[in-house]
């Protein structure tokens, strides 16, 4: 029985808050991504944030941005190759978010690309 119990699969890295190192939730409303960093953090560490009385990233520490900057700072995280900005911003042209026109094409261009 033992043996069965230590056969389970096991889950990414990736898939842990980077601050708590506990398993994210599977629920998308219980985690928060942060654009600044391209993390996403569990709502508790958010929640652990907020109660000391910052109201920033709570991984990089970064002033929470507009929405105008928002578009910024992921094509800056792009332009420095980092996948996970590069698969966010296909997915913003899927969806016609942050003043991008919807271009789908773009979107399976940039996923690839991820």
């Known amino acids: 029985q033992l043996v069965l119990m230590k056969k389970g699969r096991t889950r990414l890295e990736e ?7 506990l398993p994210l939730p599977l629920g998308r409303k ?9 993390k996403e953090v569990c709502n508790g560490c ?10 920033d990233c709570p991984f990089c520490r970064a002033p929470a941005p507009d929405e105008s900057q928002v578009l910024a700072m992921i094509q800056k995280r792009v332009a420095a190759g980092d996948p996970v900005a590069i698969y ?4 913003k042209y899927h969806s016609g978010k942050y003043s ?3 271009d789908v ?5 940039l996923y690839e690309r991820a």
């Open 46 to 55: 958010v929640l652990a944030t907020r109660k000391r009385g910052m109201w």
């Open 30 to 38: 219980q985690t928060g991504f942060q654009v600044c960093c391209m």
């Open 105 to 109: 094409t773009r979107a399976v261009e």
């Open 100 to 102: 991008l026109e919807k």
């Open 15 to 21: 898939d842990d808050c980077p601050i708590c190192n």
């Open 88 to 91: 966010f911003l296909g997915t």
